[in-house]
């Protein structure tokens, strides 16, 4: 509760600087502290996007402020996150569901190679446009994006919310106010894309997994690796029990025949990760 706080008035105090006449100003005070703290990287401001640029050795992330993650920063979060069941390889096909602004396409891109592929489905259209500025920012050539909300059907588009805070990743989708999206199952997915295989899916989509997983029942047999972000910590912080979906994810993994574990960690939304291998 502690960080939350401080992070909450970190942004706060940014809010209240940030402006045309002292973008100037933070792009040379994030860039001195990033040198400062051992991450050299040089900071600039987006007028496209209303973000902050981080460039790196590496490449280049696109971020709400200008303090935000590296894209060797994101290889590390992954790594800590959604790796701990497998690591995907060269020449793998990834599925990201739930893509965001690219935190995770950037590393992906770069573990699967020129011979790879990672497929990146974002609801969000605003995010959906960050996600695709941050591809092409970095040419990243062996990632493709999906706009599109996975889900069990795909009849008709389903509303997403949208939180008000810029590059937010936690908007839902469901519910009956916000953006109407498209929808897509998993089935469709693959066969759209002509895939023949799924080496690795990391999903964290706000609550939306179960749905996204009963749309991939005639595909799970075609995928190896998942970790899978469920969200029974928001069931608990908020006293909404659509949020608790851990104990059906489990049983729709096992059933399509993977070894599913869990793991141990103080951070409740990093310890309600499923991670499943066949």
């Known amino acids: 509760a502690v960080m939350v ?11 209240r600087v940030n402006g045309p006449s002292t973008r100037r100003l933070l792009e040379l005070a994030g860039t001195a502290v990033a040198s400062a703290t051992g991450g050299k990287a040089k900071i600039t401001y987006d007028p496209q996007s209303g973000g902050w640029l981080k460039q790196t ?3 280049v992330t696109l971020n709400p402020y200008p303090y935000g993650m590296s894209i060797e920063q994101c290889m ?8 701990r069941g497998y690591t995907p390889q060269p020449g793998d096909i990834v599925l990201d ?27 969000h259209p605003a995010t959906f446009d960050i996600l695709e500025r941050v591809c092409k920012l970095n040419n990243l050539t062996n990632v493709e994006c999906v706009h599109a909300a996975l889900m069990d059907t795909s009849a008709e588009p ?48 706000e609550g939306a997994e179960l749905p996204a997983l ?24 908020t006293g909404d029990d659509s949020y ?15 070894t599913v574990k869990g793991t141990q960690d103080t951070r409740p939304w990093a310890a309600s990760y499923l991670f499943a291998s066949r």
């Open 158 to 205: 389903i509303m997403i919310s949208n939180m008000r805070e810029s590059f937010c990743q936690e908007n839902r989708v469901g519910g009956t106010e916000g953006i109407p999206v498209p929808t897509i199952t998993m089935t469709e997915l693959v066969a759209k894309l002509n895939l023949d295989r799924i080496d690795f899916i990391k999903m964290n989509i």
């Open 5 to 15: 706080h401080r992070m909450s008035l970190k942004h706060t105090v940014f809010h």
């Open 214 to 237: 009963r749309g991939a029942a005639d595909v799970l047999p075609l995928v190896r690796h998942a970790a899978i972000g469920c969200h029974d910590f928001l069931a608990d912080e």
């Open 76 to 83: 590390e979060f992954s790594k800590d996150v959604f790796f």
């Open 97 to 123: 569901v739930g893509a965001g602004t690219g935190t995770e396409a950037l590393p992906l891109s770069k573990l699967v190679g020129e011979t790879g592929k990672v497929v990146c489905i974002e609801a």
């Open 244 to 258: 608790r979906t851990e104990k059906e994810v489990r049983e729709i993994l096992a059933d399509a025949g993977f």
């Open 57 to 59: 050795d590496g490449g």
